[in-house]
């Protein structure tokens, strides 16, 4: 059974969310994957490359380590939903 992709053939719907908010922060690639890591989660810059340009599904853990880092909510993440910052 073929994996599942999105209507244009990307493996993600989060790698160009993704990329908007690393550069709004003003985070290269080995900058979010330093804080990621601080954050006690694994994932490295071939990760986020990866996950940027589509090359690569996201698991929920990793969904769950971006929402955190920027602060966004999980429909931000998926579908550039909402614009502001969660609030807690």
Do not use: C, W
Not at 7 to 35: C, F, M, P, W
Not at 47 to 54: A, C, F, L, M, S
């Amino acid at each position: 059974m073929p994996k599942p992709r999105t209507q244009t053939g990307e493996k993600n719907l989060v790698g160009k969310h993704l990329i908007e908010l690393r550069k709004k922060s003003n985070y290269s690639q080995r900058d979010l994957a330093y804080r990621l890591q601080l954050a006690g989660y694994d994932m490295d810059k071939n990760v986020i490359t990866r996950i940027e340009t589509n090359k690569r599904y996201v698991t929920d853990l990793e969904l769950k380590a971006l929402k955190e880092i920027f602060h966004v909510s999980y429909d931000y993440l998926i579908d550039g939903a909402e614009a502001s910052k969660e609030t807690r």
